[in-house]
């Protein structure tokens, strides 16, 4: 039985996992906003007739957190606070024979790669005409840019491949054309994704054209800031470091995820490099463009890791002094070539490992705070938050990296979206402190 009245035309889109999935439900939000669809993402409430579930299906904790939402509003939809539960994304693309015999109760199930047939479940036509548009879930002066789908790549231990399929770039025309569409909204800051960004253009032109790109996204007028998400390293092409140490709005940011600091360990990844060749290109970006910000990922307990292995990790770490890091425990993914191996690492030492990686990054990061304090910075303010106006630095991605708080007082007002001239007056280990330079 009802408890309520739902609105029938609405639809509530909720997001898991990762940017490139957000930016997928960007996409399908605008599709069915077009289609007449009265359409918000992630609603705390619970009044629409339809609820769209974007999944991520990449490690063993985003798995459950799809899961659970699932569940959530499978119960929902018996409990008749919602008609219609259409589940999508990696999860779908990748369990969708046991999703559908353990939680019948949704409608239906799409993959990574079915937004036209969601949207004829739906009664909505797709709109070719929109091909690129979205409906933004950011603030307003910056958004997510994808540039290619899927992975070629054959690292033993991701699923990726699986969920996403081959890479495919997009052509450099198209994308041109979705920047001057958001530049013309207001959209100061692009941050560029993908599953490889350094493979961009192989499949298009027969060459990396990630350089070629980016200096003709530097020309759109509006754009203000671009940054580079999720760098492969073995094949990195050089060229890029050109364009950014030319294009002054190019930030001084790579997010290189290396994975690993053991040779041994990249090799049974598959990862096609090893750890002096890293340590290589990591002196060769920053010789090539000083003062960049480095920011990379790295996994804990990977089958066979040892004492040593993880000992040859944390002295890298130690010495590269990445300026933000982040680090994952290994998950055992079905049908990877890491899973033939035996998950010998217990939990609990994975997550020791993880912990006293972090620990040895907070204190490098601190100290190259510390060197930030005195120093004035652009700075693009992204919120207002209690006493604070929050933005960030060139060498700071939302969410994930260094914030720049400014107490608000009777005599500052700072506009979110806007650059502001901040002066760094103390740092912590991970935000920075500033004033307004009058």
């Not at 959209?187 to 980016?214: C, N, P």
Request: net charge negative; glycine share 6%; proline share 3%.
């Amino acid at each position: 039985m009802k408890t309520k009245t739902l609105k029938k035309n609405k639809v509530n889109v909720v997001t898991l996992g990762c940017s490139k999935n957000l930016y997928d439900s960007e996409v399908l939000m605008a599709q069915l906003k077009a289609n007449n669809f009265d359409v918000e993402h992630e609603s705390m409430r619970d009044d629409s007739s339809v609820v769209i579930i974007n999944t991520c299906g990449f490690i063993d904790n985003a798995k459950q957190e799809s899961i659970d939402t699932i569940i959530r509003f499978a119960e929902a939809k018996k409990e008749g606070l919602v008609d219609k539960v259409y589940v999508t994304g990696c999860l779908s693309e990748r369990y969708k024979d046991d999703l559908e015999k353990e939680i019948p109760e949704v409608d239906a199930y799409f993959g990574t790669r079915d937004l036209p047939r969601l949207l004829k479940t739906l009664k909505a036509d797709y709109k070719h005409e929109l091909v690129g548009e979205r409906l933004l879930t950011t603030p307003s002066h910056y958004a997510y840019f994808k540039i290619a789908e899927g992975c070629d790549r054959p690292c033993s231990f991701c699923a990726i491949p699986i969920m996403r399929g081959k890479h495919l770039s997009t052509p450099i025309e198209d994308l041109i054309l979705q920047a001057k569409s958001l530049a013309a909204k207001g959209v100061k800051e692009l941050m560029l994704i993908a599953q490889d960004l350094t493979y961009y253009g192989l499949d298009l032109y027969k060459k990396r054209a990630l350089a070629d790109l980016l200096t003709q996204l530097s020309e759109v007028e509006g754009i203000a800031w671009i940054r580079l998400h999720y760098a492969f390293p073995s094949g990195f092409p050089m060229e890029v470091l050109d364009v950014m140490r030319e294009k002054k709005n190019i930030c001084n940011y790579l997010d290189m995820p290396l994975q690993h600091g053991s040779t041994r360990i990249l090799q049974s990844m598959k990862r096609g490099t090893t750890r002096e060749k890293t340590e290589a290109l990591i002196s060769e970006i920053r010789a090539k463009v000083p003062g960049i910000a480095l920011r990379t990922t790295l996994i804990a307990g990977y089958p066979g890791e040892t004492e040593a292995d993880f000992q040859e990790m944390y002295e890298w770490v130690k010495r590269s002094k990445f300026d933000r890091l982040g680090i994952f425990t290994y998950s055992h993914e079905e049908n990877t070539s890491a899973y033939l191996l035996e998950d010998d690492v217990p939990a609990k030492v994975k997550k020791e490992r993880a912990d006293a990686i972090m620990e040895l990054q907070a204190g490098i990061s601190y100290e190259l705070n510390q060197l930030k304090v005195g120093k004035t910075f652009s700075v693009l303010f992204d919120r207002v938050e209690g006493d604070y106006f929050i933005g960030r630095t060139e060498f700071d991605s939302p969410e994930v990296d260094n914030e720049v708080l400014v107490k608000k007082t009777a005599d500052n007002f700072i506009r979110i979206g806007d650059f502001t001239d901040i002066q760094i007056t103390s740092a912590d280990h991970f935000d920075l402190y500033g004033e307004i330079v009058s």
